[in-house]
């Protein structure tokens, strides 16, 4: 079985449900707390071993590539001015050169096409995709407990939450053909379905790790829900010709790309900060 070592993050999206906020500014740009949630999913990718990156970027997008190269500058009025922490912390995010590519998506033909967009970085390895919208709050990253899902079953898993049955609506959904608790095995998938035609309440969130023969199907670039390129229905033709699992991961998920969501993320982020906490539990105190 091949290792795990390579990650695609579509970035190209307007963000239409954050403007005016990502009018001029990228949405994967916005901070939590304080860093950007393009930080996150990469950190979060790292933790899993994960060393190559391909990010599918479209036009207004160049800010997330500057982030994650050295900003000389910067680093040198840090130290001139005795900043050795902020330093020291910025130096720990700096990437491995090398380890990040791009590819521009050049028109918004939907999830599905964006991943086709990375097949010659793909090439026969498997790979993880990322979502960086869906912010995790896991003890194990979620991408390193996907890894180890694909590990065991040795193919596709995807990670799933159950949500109420009138939200299915919003995202891929599981035909289950087992669930086994941690493990679901999958008999199809279904993107956005009605609510009265969902197979489950079970839903795909923005982690996966596929087998490269995805891109075969990819390649179609055949249109589904919303007359979009739909990455779900390429996964779903992988069925039966490969293992295909969900799986329930342990953690919190924040829908970043709305706003309640993000909201919400920003208080759970900052109550778990030490030095926040305390200040964060006053000041919600005084909203009730
Ligand atoms: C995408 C996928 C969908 C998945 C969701 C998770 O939808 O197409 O299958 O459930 O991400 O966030 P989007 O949110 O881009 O409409």
Redesign the pocket.
């Known amino acids: 079985m091949k290792p795990l070592k390579k990650a695609v993050l579509p970035v190209a999206g307007f963000g239409t449900r954050f403007l005016p906020a990502t009018k001029a500014v990228a949405k994967e740009m916005l901070p939590v707390v304080d860093r950007p949630l393009i930080q996150y999913a990469v950190d979060e990718a790292r933790a899993a071993g994960i060393e190559q990156f391909c990010f599918i970027t479209g036009r207004g997008k160049t800010a997330i590539v500057e982030h994650f190269d050295i900003a000389y500058e910067l680093e040198k009025s840090l130290e001139e001015r005795n900043k050795a922490d902020i330093l020291a912390e910025l130096r720990g995010l700096a990437v491995t050169p090398g380890s990040i590519v791009t590819v521009r998506q050049q028109v918004p033909m939907g999830?599905g096409h964006a991943i086709w967009c990375a097949r010659a970085f793909v090439g026969d390895d498997p790979f993880a995709i990322i979502?960086p919208?869906?912010l995790m709050q896991c003890e194990t990253s979620c991408v390193a407990q996907l890894a180890e899902a694909y590990r065991e079953t040795g193919g596709n898993v995807v990670a799933i939450e159950e949500v109420p049955m009138e939200r299915v609506n919003?995202?891929?959904v599981l035909d289950i053909e087992k669930d086994m608790g941690r493990l679901v095995s999958v008999k199809g998938l279904v993107?956005?379905p009605p609510v009265e035609k969902a197979p489950s309440n079970l839903?795909?969130?923005?982690r996966y790790v596929l087998m490269p023969e995805v891109m075969t199907h990819l390649a179609k670039l055949e249109k589904g829900a919303g007359g979009e390129v739909?990455?779900?229905d390429s996964m779903a033709k992988l069925i039966g010709t490969q293992p295909f699992h969900g799986l329930r991961y342990e953690g919190r998920r924040f829908?970043c790309?709305d706003k309640l969501g993000f909201l919400e993320a920003q208080i759970a982020f900052a109550l778990e900060r030490p030095e926040l906490a305390p200040a964060v539990r006053g000041f919600l105190d005084r909203y009730r």
Request: charged content about 35%; cysteine-free.
């Open positions: 999830l979502l919208d869906d919003k995202y891929g993107e956005k839903t795909i969130i923005g739909q990455l779900t829908d790309g």
